[in-house]
């Protein structure tokens, strides 16, 4: 049977994740409001907290890349269900924020 992954390392996951999908979502109402400034700062925040899951993410396939055997909890599956939900959001909420730029007669970056 393989090492349990760190439940510091499964939190992480699911923290990092849950802010990149709330400050995306946050982004979306700020843009609602023609605040693009706003909007900008959250995504760039969803950003920085996705990295930092990635960063989680890529110590856990590194381990498993060096043959260590990992076993895999119904938790480590939720951390990963929470990161590819928060990435998908995130890179809708671009593409939101991007419609309401235009519809407010903005050019789009």
């Known amino acids: 049977m393989g090492q349990s992954i760190d439940i510091e390392t499964i939190m992480g996951l ?8 709330s400050d995306a ?13 706003l909007a900008a700062e959250k995504l760039e925040s969803s950003d920085k907290s996705l990295v930092e899951a990635h960063h989680a ?10 043959g260590e055997e990992l076993t895999v909890s ?10 590819m939900n928060a990435i998908t959001f ?3 909420a671009s593409e939101v924020v991007d ?4 519809l407010a007669g903005l050019a789009i970056d």
Do not use: R
């Not at 890529?58 to 060096?66: G, M, P, V």
């Not at 419609?99 to 235009?102: A, L, P, Q, R, S």
């Open 90 to 92: 995130k890179d809708l």
């Open 74 to 83: 119904l938790l480590a599956v939720h951390s990963q269900d929470h990161l």
């Open 25 to 37: 979502m946050e982004a979306i109402q700020a843009a609602k409001k023609d605040d693009f400034e």
């Open 99 to 102: 419609v309401y730029k235009k």
């Open 14 to 21: 699911i923290i990092h994740g849950g802010n990149a999908k």
């Open 57 to 66: 993410q890529t110590s856990l396939l590194t381990q498993e890349a060096s």
